[in-house]
Protein backbone atom coordinates (compact mmCIF):
# COMPACT_ATOMS: atom_id res chain seq x y z
CA UNK A 1 0.00 0.00 0.00
CA UNK A 2 1.64 3.29 -0.90
CA UNK A 3 2.46 5.43 2.22
CA UNK A 4 0.44 8.88 1.38
CA UNK A 5 -3.62 9.10 0.76
CA UNK A 6 -2.96 11.83 -1.69
CA UNK A 7 -0.31 13.77 -3.24
CA UNK A 8 0.09 16.66 -5.51
CA UNK A 9 2.68 16.52 -8.15
CA UNK A 10 4.11 19.54 -10.19
CA UNK A 11 5.20 19.60 -13.85
CA UNK A 12 7.19 22.20 -15.09
CA UNK A 13 8.53 21.13 -18.28
CA UNK A 14 6.72 22.66 -21.78
CA UNK A 15 3.58 20.72 -22.39
CA UNK A 16 5.21 18.95 -25.78
CA UNK A 17 7.30 16.88 -23.66
CA UNK A 18 4.41 14.83 -21.54
CA UNK A 19 3.24 12.56 -23.54
CA UNK A 20 6.90 10.64 -24.11
CA UNK A 21 7.12 10.87 -20.36
CA UNK A 22 3.22 10.81 -18.43
CA UNK A 23 3.64 6.92 -17.63
CA UNK A 24 7.24 7.41 -16.10
CA UNK A 25 5.88 9.73 -13.75
CA UNK A 26 2.61 8.67 -13.33
CA UNK A 27 4.25 4.93 -12.03
CA UNK A 28 6.68 6.31 -10.00
CA UNK A 29 4.04 8.84 -8.35
CA UNK A 30 1.49 6.10 -7.86
CA UNK A 31 4.01 4.08 -5.97
CA UNK A 32 3.81 6.94 -3.14
CA UNK A 33 0.36 7.98 -3.24
CA UNK A 34 -2.78 5.82 -2.64
CA UNK A 35 -5.75 8.50 -2.95
CA UNK A 36 -5.85 11.10 -5.49
CA UNK A 37 -3.11 12.43 -6.98
CA UNK A 38 -3.51 15.96 -7.81
CA UNK A 39 -1.10 17.65 -10.98
CA UNK A 40 -0.47 21.02 -11.28
CA UNK A 41 0.77 22.09 -14.90
CA UNK A 42 3.17 25.11 -14.93
CA UNK A 43 5.48 25.09 -17.89
CA UNK A 44 8.25 27.17 -17.13
CA UNK A 45 7.91 27.72 -13.75
CA UNK A 46 11.06 27.49 -11.80
CA UNK A 47 10.24 25.50 -8.35
CA UNK A 48 14.13 26.36 -6.91
CA UNK A 49 14.16 29.85 -7.90
CA UNK A 50 15.47 32.36 -5.12
CA UNK A 51 12.17 33.91 -3.46
CA UNK A 52 10.50 30.33 -4.93
CA UNK A 53 7.82 30.33 -7.41
CA UNK A 54 4.84 33.09 -7.36
CA UNK A 55 1.60 32.47 -5.66
CA UNK A 56 0.01 32.79 -8.55
CA UNK A 57 -1.04 29.60 -10.95
CA UNK A 58 -0.02 30.46 -14.38
CA UNK A 59 -2.84 27.51 -16.26
CA UNK A 60 -1.42 26.48 -19.67
CA UNK A 61 -3.36 28.19 -22.76
CA UNK A 62 -6.23 25.53 -23.57
CA UNK A 63 -5.09 24.34 -26.75
CA UNK A 64 -3.95 21.08 -28.80
CA UNK A 65 -0.65 20.54 -26.74
CA UNK A 66 -2.77 20.95 -23.56
CA UNK A 67 -5.33 18.03 -24.71
CA UNK A 68 -2.85 16.35 -25.36
CA UNK A 69 -1.07 16.20 -22.24
CA UNK A 70 -3.92 15.28 -20.38
CA UNK A 71 -4.67 12.35 -22.54
CA UNK A 72 -1.61 11.12 -22.05
CA UNK A 73 -1.90 11.57 -17.93
CA UNK A 74 -4.70 9.78 -17.56
CA UNK A 75 -4.02 7.09 -20.29
CA UNK A 76 -1.04 6.55 -17.78
CA UNK A 77 -3.65 6.93 -14.93
CA UNK A 78 -5.79 3.92 -16.39
CA UNK A 79 -3.09 1.50 -16.58
CA UNK A 80 -2.50 1.75 -13.05
CA UNK A 81 -5.64 0.57 -11.87
CA UNK A 82 -7.34 2.67 -9.01
CA UNK A 83 -5.25 5.81 -9.00
CA UNK A 84 -7.70 8.52 -9.08
CA UNK A 85 -5.42 10.99 -11.12
CA UNK A 86 -6.89 14.92 -11.05
CA UNK A 87 -5.28 17.34 -13.35
CA UNK A 88 -6.07 20.80 -12.29
CA UNK A 89 -7.06 23.36 -14.70
CA UNK A 90 -8.13 26.48 -13.16
CA UNK A 91 -7.08 28.97 -10.07
CA UNK A 92 -6.03 27.03 -6.74
CA UNK A 93 -8.58 26.68 -3.78
CA UNK A 94 -8.56 24.27 -1.05
CA UNK A 95 -8.81 20.85 -2.66
CA UNK A 96 -11.41 18.12 -1.63
CA UNK A 97 -8.96 15.37 -0.49
CA UNK A 98 -5.77 18.09 1.05
CA UNK A 99 -2.17 16.60 -0.32
CA UNK A 100 -0.65 14.58 2.19
CA UNK A 101 2.83 14.70 -0.16
CA UNK A 102 4.05 16.85 -2.97
CA UNK A 103 6.25 15.58 -5.99
CA UNK A 104 7.77 16.98 -8.66
CA UNK A 105 10.49 15.35 -11.39
CA UNK A 106 14.29 15.32 -10.51
CA UNK A 107 14.67 15.97 -14.13
CA UNK A 108 12.66 18.76 -13.85
CA UNK A 109 14.93 20.33 -11.38
CA UNK A 110 18.20 19.85 -11.55
CA UNK A 111 20.34 20.95 -8.86
CA UNK A 112 20.25 20.34 -4.93
CA UNK A 113 16.85 19.02 -4.04
CA UNK A 114 16.19 21.50 -0.88
CA UNK A 115 15.48 24.57 -2.93
CA UNK A 116 13.22 22.62 -5.05
CA UNK A 117 11.70 20.83 -1.94
CA UNK A 118 10.89 24.66 -0.35
CA UNK A 119 9.48 25.63 -3.30
CA UNK A 120 7.03 23.14 -4.04
CA UNK A 121 5.94 23.62 -0.20
CA UNK A 122 5.87 27.58 -0.74
CA UNK A 123 3.88 26.87 -4.40
CA UNK A 124 1.40 24.01 -2.26
CA UNK A 125 0.50 26.62 0.86
CA UNK A 126 -0.14 30.01 -1.34
CA UNK A 127 -1.92 28.27 -4.74
CA UNK A 128 -4.29 25.19 -2.28
CA UNK A 129 -3.99 26.21 1.01
CA UNK A 130 -1.52 23.53 2.54
CA UNK A 131 0.43 23.30 5.44
CA UNK A 132 4.13 24.82 4.59
CA UNK A 133 5.39 21.62 5.80
CA UNK A 134 4.20 19.27 4.03
CA UNK A 135 6.84 16.15 3.23
CA UNK A 136 7.99 16.79 -0.21
CA UNK A 137 10.21 14.41 -2.64
CA UNK A 138 11.26 14.50 -6.28
CA UNK A 139 10.56 11.51 -8.40
CA UNK A 140 12.90 9.34 -10.54
CA UNK A 141 10.88 8.34 -13.71
CA UNK A 142 11.63 5.15 -16.50
CA UNK A 143 11.39 7.85 -19.49
CA UNK A 144 11.45 4.69 -22.25
CA UNK A 145 8.37 4.22 -24.84
CA UNK A 146 5.40 6.47 -24.88
CA UNK A 147 4.11 9.33 -27.93
CA UNK A 148 7.29 11.32 -29.47
CA UNK A 149 6.87 14.79 -28.83
CA UNK A 150 4.75 17.05 -30.17
CA UNK A 151 2.48 16.99 -33.58
CA UNK A 152 4.23 18.29 -36.19
CA UNK A 153 0.74 18.63 -37.90
CA UNK A 154 -0.85 20.58 -34.87
CA UNK A 155 -0.51 24.53 -34.93
CA UNK A 156 1.62 25.32 -31.57
CA UNK A 157 -0.42 28.41 -30.95
CA UNK A 158 -3.65 26.61 -31.89
CA UNK A 159 -6.49 27.82 -29.15
CA UNK A 160 -9.48 26.16 -28.32
CA UNK A 161 -12.99 28.01 -28.68
CA UNK A 162 -14.64 29.22 -25.73
CA UNK A 163 -18.61 29.28 -24.43
CA UNK A 164 -20.19 30.71 -21.82
CA UNK A 165 -22.54 27.62 -21.11
CA UNK A 166 -21.94 24.06 -22.13
CA UNK A 167 -23.16 20.71 -21.94
CA UNK A 168 -22.30 17.16 -21.42
CA UNK A 169 -24.12 13.95 -21.17
CA UNK A 170 -23.29 10.27 -19.78
CA UNK A 171 -23.54 7.69 -17.46
CA UNK A 172 -20.08 8.60 -15.09
CA UNK A 173 -20.14 5.09 -13.62
CA UNK A 174 -16.79 4.74 -11.59
CA UNK A 175 -15.19 7.82 -13.25
CA UNK A 176 -12.50 6.62 -15.49
CA UNK A 177 -9.63 7.84 -17.49
CA UNK A 178 -11.83 8.73 -20.42
CA UNK A 179 -14.19 10.04 -18.16
CA UNK A 180 -11.68 12.58 -17.00
CA UNK A 181 -10.64 13.57 -20.04
CA UNK A 182 -14.05 14.72 -21.43
CA UNK A 183 -14.76 16.76 -18.41
CA UNK A 184 -11.64 18.51 -18.47
CA UNK A 185 -12.46 19.27 -22.41
CA UNK A 186 -15.56 20.40 -20.78
CA UNK A 187 -13.94 22.68 -18.44
CA UNK A 188 -11.53 23.75 -20.68
CA UNK A 189 -14.52 24.85 -23.53
CA UNK A 190 -16.53 26.11 -20.72
CA UNK A 191 -15.82 30.23 -18.74
CA UNK A 192 -19.43 30.26 -16.86
CA UNK A 193 -21.07 26.94 -16.36
CA UNK A 194 -20.94 23.37 -17.08
CA UNK A 195 -24.33 21.71 -17.03
CA UNK A 196 -23.75 17.22 -16.76
CA UNK A 197 -26.44 14.80 -17.58
CA UNK A 198 -26.28 11.59 -15.60
CA UNK A 199 -28.01 8.59 -16.72
CA UNK A 200 -30.09 6.79 -14.60
CA UNK A 201 -33.82 5.08 -14.64
CA UNK A 202 -34.21 3.41 -17.67
CA UNK A 203 -31.51 4.54 -19.29
CA UNK A 204 -29.17 2.14 -17.44
CA UNK A 205 -31.80 -0.70 -18.22
CA UNK A 206 -29.75 -2.08 -21.20
CA UNK A 207 -26.26 -1.27 -19.98
CA UNK A 208 -23.64 -3.91 -19.51
CA UNK A 209 -24.28 -5.18 -15.31
CA UNK A 210 -26.89 -2.85 -14.80
CA UNK A 211 -26.49 -4.22 -11.45
CA UNK A 212 -23.20 -3.19 -10.94
CA UNK A 213 -23.86 0.79 -11.87
CA UNK A 214 -23.09 2.90 -8.60
CA UNK A 215 -26.12 4.51 -7.54
CA UNK A 216 -27.31 8.33 -9.22
CA UNK A 217 -26.15 10.29 -6.18
CA UNK A 218 -23.15 8.92 -6.20
CA UNK A 219 -22.19 8.77 -9.07
CA UNK A 220 -22.65 12.37 -8.89
CA UNK A 221 -21.36 12.95 -5.97
CA UNK A 222 -17.76 11.81 -7.49
CA UNK A 223 -19.01 14.18 -10.65
CA UNK A 224 -19.49 17.37 -8.67
CA UNK A 225 -15.85 16.36 -6.24
CA UNK A 226 -13.92 15.92 -9.42
CA UNK A 227 -15.10 18.72 -11.30
CA UNK A 228 -15.17 21.06 -8.11
CA UNK A 229 -11.19 20.43 -8.15
CA UNK A 230 -10.01 20.37 -11.35
CA UNK A 231 -11.80 24.14 -12.29
CA UNK A 232 -13.29 25.59 -9.12
CA UNK A 233 -14.32 29.08 -10.81
CA UNK A 234 -17.50 27.24 -13.62
CA UNK A 235 -21.13 27.01 -12.37
CA UNK A 236 -21.99 22.95 -12.37
CA UNK A 237 -25.25 21.77 -13.03
CA UNK A 238 -25.69 18.28 -12.33
CA UNK A 239 -29.12 16.52 -13.46
CA UNK A 240 -30.09 13.24 -13.74
CA UNK A 241 -31.14 12.42 -17.39
CA UNK A 242 -34.57 10.04 -17.79
CA UNK A 243 -34.21 10.44 -21.29
CA UNK A 244 -31.54 10.64 -24.09
CA UNK A 245 -32.18 14.92 -24.00
CA UNK A 246 -32.66 16.05 -20.79
CA UNK A 247 -32.00 19.91 -20.96
CA UNK A 248 -30.01 20.10 -23.46
CA UNK A 249 -33.07 20.22 -25.92
CA UNK A 250 -34.87 22.97 -23.78
CA UNK A 251 -32.29 25.48 -21.86
CA UNK A 252 -31.81 28.62 -24.56
CA UNK A 253 -28.25 29.34 -22.80
CA UNK A 254 -26.51 26.31 -23.98
CA UNK A 255 -23.84 27.16 -26.82
CA UNK A 256 -21.92 23.58 -26.70
CA UNK A 257 -22.24 20.00 -26.65
CA UNK A 258 -19.56 18.17 -25.90
CA UNK A 259 -19.76 14.73 -27.75
CA UNK A 260 -17.14 11.70 -28.50
CA UNK A 261 -16.90 9.77 -32.08
CA UNK A 262 -19.33 6.72 -30.74
CA UNK A 263 -22.13 9.88 -29.22
CA UNK A 264 -21.58 12.33 -32.57
CA UNK A 265 -25.19 11.13 -34.25
CA UNK A 266 -27.04 11.72 -30.33
CA UNK A 267 -25.29 15.54 -30.52
CA UNK A 268 -27.19 15.62 -33.81
CA UNK A 269 -30.30 14.27 -32.44
CA UNK A 270 -30.25 17.05 -29.81
CA UNK A 271 -30.00 19.81 -32.49
CA UNK A 272 -32.89 18.71 -34.63
CA UNK A 273 -34.92 18.76 -31.31
CA UNK A 274 -33.64 22.18 -30.39
CA UNK A 275 -34.52 23.73 -34.15
CA UNK A 276 -38.10 21.66 -33.09
CA UNK A 277 -37.69 23.96 -30.11
CA UNK A 278 -37.02 27.18 -32.09
CA UNK A 279 -33.31 27.25 -30.26
CA UNK A 280 -29.90 27.54 -31.84
CA UNK A 281 -28.04 24.74 -32.59
CA UNK A 282 -25.32 23.89 -30.42
CA UNK A 283 -21.74 23.72 -31.57
CA UNK A 284 -20.73 19.96 -31.33
CA UNK A 285 -17.03 19.58 -30.11
CA UNK A 286 -15.52 15.95 -30.20
CA UNK A 287 -13.49 14.36 -28.31
CA UNK A 288 -11.37 11.06 -29.44
CA UNK A 289 -12.20 7.47 -27.48
CA UNK A 290 -9.44 6.54 -25.31
CA UNK A 291 -7.64 3.02 -25.96
CA UNK A 292 -7.57 0.41 -23.30
CA UNK A 293 -4.89 -1.79 -23.71
CA UNK A 294 -5.73 -4.27 -21.44
CA UNK A 295 -9.28 -5.02 -22.21
CA UNK A 296 -10.03 -8.61 -22.25
CA UNK A 297 -12.11 -11.22 -24.31
CA UNK A 298 -15.89 -9.47 -24.58
CA UNK A 299 -14.61 -5.99 -23.19
CA UNK A 300 -14.47 -3.45 -25.51
CA UNK A 301 -11.29 -1.99 -27.08
CA UNK A 302 -12.02 1.69 -25.53
CA UNK A 303 -12.32 2.58 -21.75
CA UNK A 304 -15.43 1.90 -20.29
CA UNK A 305 -17.54 1.68 -17.47
CA UNK A 306 -18.71 -1.26 -18.93
CA UNK A 307 -15.30 -3.25 -18.39
CA UNK A 308 -14.72 -1.95 -15.36
CA UNK A 309 -17.53 -3.54 -14.18
CA UNK A 310 -17.28 -6.97 -16.04
CA UNK A 311 -13.92 -6.89 -14.18
CA UNK A 312 -15.85 -6.68 -10.81
CA UNK A 313 -17.36 -9.89 -11.36
CA UNK A 314 -15.86 -12.41 -9.19
CA UNK A 315 -14.12 -9.85 -6.61
CA UNK A 316 -15.12 -9.07 -3.34
CA UNK A 317 -17.80 -6.03 -3.45
CA UNK A 318 -18.60 -5.76 0.36
CA UNK A 319 -17.00 -7.25 3.70
CA UNK A 320 -17.39 -10.76 4.35
CA UNK A 321 -19.81 -11.34 7.33
CA UNK A 322 -17.70 -11.41 10.50
CA UNK A 323 -20.60 -13.78 12.68
CA UNK A 324 -18.90 -14.92 16.06
CA UNK A 325 -21.65 -18.05 15.69
CA UNK A 326 -20.54 -19.51 12.62
CA UNK A 327 -17.45 -21.52 13.06
CA UNK A 328 -14.44 -20.37 10.80
CA UNK A 329 -14.22 -23.69 8.94
CA UNK A 330 -15.70 -24.71 7.10
CA UNK A 331 -16.38 -21.95 5.32
CA UNK A 332 -19.61 -21.34 3.98
CA UNK A 333 -19.97 -19.79 0.28
CA UNK A 334 -24.56 -18.66 -0.27
CA UNK A 335 -24.57 -19.15 -4.02
CA UNK A 336 -27.90 -17.89 -5.39
CA UNK A 337 -29.27 -16.74 -8.43
CA UNK A 338 -33.17 -16.73 -10.43
CA UNK A 339 -33.87 -18.92 -13.03
CA UNK A 340 -32.05 -19.60 -15.79
CA UNK A 341 -28.99 -16.96 -14.59
CA UNK A 342 -26.18 -20.70 -14.27
CA UNK A 343 -26.01 -21.01 -10.42
CA UNK A 344 -25.78 -24.70 -11.22
CA UNK A 345 -22.96 -24.67 -13.39
CA UNK A 346 -21.41 -22.53 -11.14
CA UNK A 347 -21.68 -24.77 -8.49
CA UNK A 348 -20.35 -27.59 -10.52
CA UNK A 349 -17.29 -25.31 -11.24
CA UNK A 350 -16.71 -24.81 -7.77
CA UNK A 351 -16.77 -28.63 -6.97
CA UNK A 352 -14.41 -29.14 -9.50
CA UNK A 353 -12.27 -26.28 -7.77
CA UNK A 354 -12.79 -28.43 -4.45
CA UNK A 355 -15.55 -26.78 -2.84
CA UNK A 356 -18.28 -29.17 -0.95
CA UNK A 357 -21.27 -28.53 -3.03
CA UNK A 358 -24.50 -28.53 -0.94
CA UNK A 359 -27.91 -28.77 -3.65
CA UNK A 360 -30.79 -27.03 -1.50
CA UNK A 361 -32.83 -28.16 -4.37
CA UNK A 362 -32.25 -31.42 -3.83
CA UNK A 363 -32.91 -31.56 -0.13
CA UNK A 364 -35.97 -29.82 -1.04
CA UNK A 365 -36.94 -32.65 -3.17
CA UNK A 366 -35.99 -35.16 -0.40
CA UNK A 367 -38.05 -33.60 2.64
CA UNK A 368 -41.18 -34.09 0.59
CA UNK A 369 -40.72 -37.97 0.16
CA UNK A 370 -42.51 -40.31 2.16
CA UNK A 371 -41.07 -40.33 5.90
CA UNK A 372 -39.46 -37.08 5.11
CA UNK A 373 -39.33 -34.13 7.87
CA UNK A 374 -41.99 -32.37 6.08
CA UNK A 375 -44.02 -34.71 4.41
CA UNK A 376 -46.19 -35.34 7.09
CA UNK A 377 -47.43 -32.06 7.98
CA UNK A 378 -47.43 -30.68 4.39
CA UNK A 379 -49.78 -33.42 3.57
CA UNK A 380 -52.01 -32.06 6.93
CA UNK A 381 -51.81 -28.70 5.79
CA UNK A 382 -52.92 -29.11 1.64
CA UNK A 383 -54.98 -32.28 1.86
CA UNK A 384 -54.88 -35.85 0.41
CA UNK A 385 -55.30 -34.15 -2.87
CA UNK A 386 -51.79 -33.12 -3.63
CA UNK A 387 -51.03 -37.14 -3.14
CA UNK A 388 -50.08 -39.69 -5.97
CA UNK A 389 -51.74 -43.19 -6.48
CA UNK A 390 -48.54 -44.40 -4.77
CA UNK A 391 -48.49 -41.89 -1.76
CA UNK A 392 -46.16 -39.40 -2.63
CA UNK A 393 -46.25 -35.52 -2.99
CA UNK A 394 -47.35 -34.49 -6.52
CA UNK A 395 -45.19 -31.17 -6.83
CA UNK A 396 -46.62 -29.60 -9.32
CA UNK A 397 -50.51 -30.01 -8.16
CA UNK A 398 -49.02 -28.50 -4.45
CA UNK A 399 -47.45 -25.80 -6.42
CA UNK A 400 -50.52 -25.08 -8.41
CA UNK A 401 -51.94 -24.60 -4.98
CA UNK A 402 -49.91 -22.94 -4.14
CA UNK A 403 -49.02 -20.62 -6.92
CA UNK A 404 -50.48 -16.59 -6.64
CA UNK A 405 -51.92 -17.32 -2.98
CA UNK A 406 -49.17 -15.61 -0.77
CA UNK A 407 -51.13 -17.05 2.89
CA UNK A 408 -50.62 -20.42 1.09
CA UNK A 409 -47.06 -20.33 -0.24
CA UNK A 410 -46.30 -18.90 3.04
CA UNK A 411 -48.00 -21.90 5.27
CA UNK A 412 -45.72 -24.30 2.51
CA UNK A 413 -42.79 -22.29 3.16
CA UNK A 414 -42.65 -21.77 7.13
CA UNK A 415 -42.93 -25.97 6.71
CA UNK A 416 -40.57 -26.63 4.15
CA UNK A 417 -37.78 -24.24 4.74
CA UNK A 418 -36.68 -24.79 8.39
CA UNK A 419 -36.42 -28.53 7.89
CA UNK A 420 -34.16 -27.75 4.46
CA UNK A 421 -31.88 -25.55 6.75
CA UNK A 422 -31.36 -27.98 9.17
CA UNK A 423 -30.08 -30.86 6.56
CA UNK A 424 -28.31 -28.25 5.11
CA UNK A 425 -26.28 -27.38 8.24
CA UNK A 426 -25.75 -31.41 8.47
CA UNK A 427 -24.19 -31.47 5.24
CA UNK A 428 -22.00 -28.59 6.47
CA UNK A 429 -20.70 -30.71 9.33
CA UNK A 430 -20.37 -33.55 6.85
CA UNK A 431 -18.09 -30.81 5.16
CA UNK A 432 -15.82 -30.47 8.39
CA UNK A 433 -15.62 -33.90 9.03
CA UNK A 434 -14.16 -34.59 5.58
CA UNK A 435 -11.64 -32.08 6.17
CA UNK A 436 -13.20 -29.78 2.95
CA UNK A 437 -12.00 -26.54 3.74
CA UNK A 438 -15.16 -24.32 1.75
CA UNK A 439 -18.82 -25.57 2.02
CA UNK A 440 -21.26 -24.03 -1.02
CA UNK A 441 -24.86 -23.81 -0.05
CA UNK A 442 -26.12 -23.57 -3.81
CA UNK A 443 -29.79 -22.40 -3.19
CA UNK A 444 -32.34 -20.45 -5.50
CA UNK A 445 -34.00 -19.38 -2.58
CA UNK A 446 -31.06 -18.31 0.13
CA UNK A 447 -32.17 -14.60 0.71
CA UNK A 448 -35.77 -15.54 0.47
CA UNK A 449 -35.38 -17.97 3.53
CA UNK A 450 -33.38 -15.77 5.30
CA UNK A 451 -30.41 -18.35 4.62
CA UNK A 452 -27.64 -15.86 4.33
CA UNK A 453 -27.44 -16.38 8.31
CA UNK A 454 -25.95 -19.48 7.52
CA UNK A 455 -23.23 -18.60 5.20
CA UNK A 456 -19.87 -15.97 5.28
CA UNK A 457 -19.99 -14.76 2.01
CA UNK A 458 -23.45 -14.70 -0.47
CA UNK A 459 -22.57 -14.80 -4.19
CA UNK A 460 -24.98 -14.44 -6.64
CA UNK A 461 -25.51 -15.11 -10.59
CA UNK A 462 -26.68 -13.14 -12.24
CA UNK A 463 -28.50 -12.44 -16.04
CA UNK A 464 -30.51 -10.16 -17.96
CA UNK A 465 -33.79 -10.99 -17.99
CA UNK A 466 -34.13 -11.50 -21.73
CA UNK A 467 -31.33 -14.05 -21.65
CA UNK A 468 -33.07 -15.76 -18.74
CA UNK A 469 -36.15 -15.92 -20.57
CA UNK A 470 -34.54 -17.16 -23.47
CA UNK A 471 -32.95 -19.60 -21.11
CA UNK A 472 -36.22 -20.90 -19.76
CA UNK A 473 -38.04 -21.42 -22.48
CA UNK A 474 -35.45 -23.32 -24.59
CA UNK A 475 -34.99 -25.45 -21.22
CA UNK A 476 -38.69 -25.88 -19.67
CA UNK A 477 -40.52 -25.20 -23.27
CA UNK A 478 -42.48 -22.90 -21.36
CA UNK A 479 -44.11 -19.72 -23.42
CA UNK A 480 -42.24 -16.40 -22.85
CA UNK A 481 -45.12 -15.05 -20.88
CA UNK A 482 -44.61 -17.83 -18.51
CA UNK A 483 -41.17 -17.32 -18.33
CA UNK A 484 -41.37 -13.92 -17.65
CA UNK A 485 -43.88 -14.66 -14.98
CA UNK A 486 -42.14 -16.95 -13.04
CA UNK A 487 -39.18 -14.44 -13.30
CA UNK A 488 -41.53 -11.60 -11.80
CA UNK A 489 -42.65 -13.85 -8.87
CA UNK A 490 -38.68 -14.08 -7.58
CA UNK A 491 -36.54 -11.46 -6.03
CA UNK A 492 -34.70 -9.52 -8.71
CA UNK A 493 -31.14 -9.23 -9.76
CA UNK A 494 -30.63 -6.02 -7.96
CA UNK A 495 -32.28 -6.76 -4.54
CA UNK A 496 -29.69 -10.15 -4.84
CA UNK A 497 -26.77 -7.98 -5.77
CA UNK A 498 -27.39 -6.11 -2.89
CA UNK A 499 -26.84 -8.87 -0.57
CA UNK A 500 -23.66 -10.45 -2.16
CA UNK A 501 -20.19 -10.37 -1.73
CA UNK A 502 -19.41 -11.63 -4.85
CA UNK A 503 -21.49 -11.23 -8.41
CA UNK A 504 -20.94 -13.82 -11.53
CA UNK A 505 -22.63 -13.51 -15.06
CA UNK A 506 -23.16 -16.66 -17.31
CA UNK A 507 -24.07 -14.01 -20.35
CA UNK A 508 -20.68 -15.04 -22.03
CA UNK A 509 -19.02 -17.86 -23.42
CA UNK A 510 -18.39 -20.74 -20.78
CA UNK A 511 -14.93 -20.03 -21.06
CA UNK A 512 -15.53 -16.97 -19.46
CA UNK A 513 -17.28 -17.85 -16.73
CA UNK A 514 -14.61 -20.75 -16.10
CA UNK A 515 -12.16 -17.38 -15.87
CA UNK A 516 -14.92 -15.43 -13.64
CA UNK A 517 -15.33 -18.64 -11.49
CA UNK A 518 -11.25 -19.19 -11.28
CA UNK A 519 -10.54 -15.47 -10.54
CA UNK A 520 -13.13 -15.60 -7.24
CA UNK A 521 -11.98 -18.89 -6.39
CA UNK A 522 -8.12 -17.80 -6.16
CA UNK A 523 -9.47 -14.63 -4.47
CA UNK A 524 -10.98 -16.51 -1.99
CA UNK A 525 -8.08 -18.32 -1.17
CA UNK A 526 -6.36 -15.28 -0.67
CA UNK A 527 -9.15 -14.60 1.95
CA UNK A 528 -8.70 -17.48 4.23
CA UNK A 529 -5.24 -17.71 4.46
CA UNK A 530 -3.98 -17.09 7.51
CA UNK A 531 -2.61 -13.55 8.44
CA UNK A 532 1.30 -13.42 9.33
CA UNK A 533 1.77 -14.13 12.97
CA UNK A 534 -1.99 -15.63 13.60
CA UNK A 535 -2.29 -18.92 14.37
CA UNK A 536 -5.45 -20.37 13.27
CA UNK A 537 -6.01 -23.10 15.42
CA UNK A 538 -6.52 -20.16 18.65
Not at 184 to 199: E, F, H, I, P, T
Not at 274 to 295: F, S, V
Not at 370 to 375: D, L
Not at 523 to 533: A, H, K, S, V
Request: with cysteine.
Amino acid sequence: MPPFPSGLLVLTAPLPALPRRAAGLVAAAAGLVAGPLYVHLQPGLRLSGPAGPGPGHAVPPAGPALLRALAALYEAAAARRGLDLRVLLGPGRRLARPPRVLLAAAAEAPGPPEPVQLGLQRLAAAVYGCPPSLPAMLLGEDTGGGDPEGDPEQDPDATLPEFLDVAVGGTFDRLHGAHRLLLSACCLLARRRLLAGVADGDLLRHKVLPELIEPYELRAAKLREFLEDVKPSLRYDIVPLADPFGPSVTDPDLQCLVVSEETRRGGEAVNRKRLENGLPELALHEIQLMKDPDHQQNEEEKISSSSLRQRLLGTLLQPPRRDPALPSRPYVIGLTGGTGSGKTSIAKLLGHLGAFVIDADKLGHAVYVPGGPAYEQVVAAFGAEILNEDGTINRKVLGAKVFGNQERLKSLTDIVWPEIARMAREQIREADSQGKAVCVLDAAVLLEAGWQDMVHEVWTAIIPEEEAVRRIVARDGLSEEAARCRLQSQMTNRQRVEWAQVVLCTLWEPDVTRQQVQKAWDLLQQRLRPEPGHDPHL
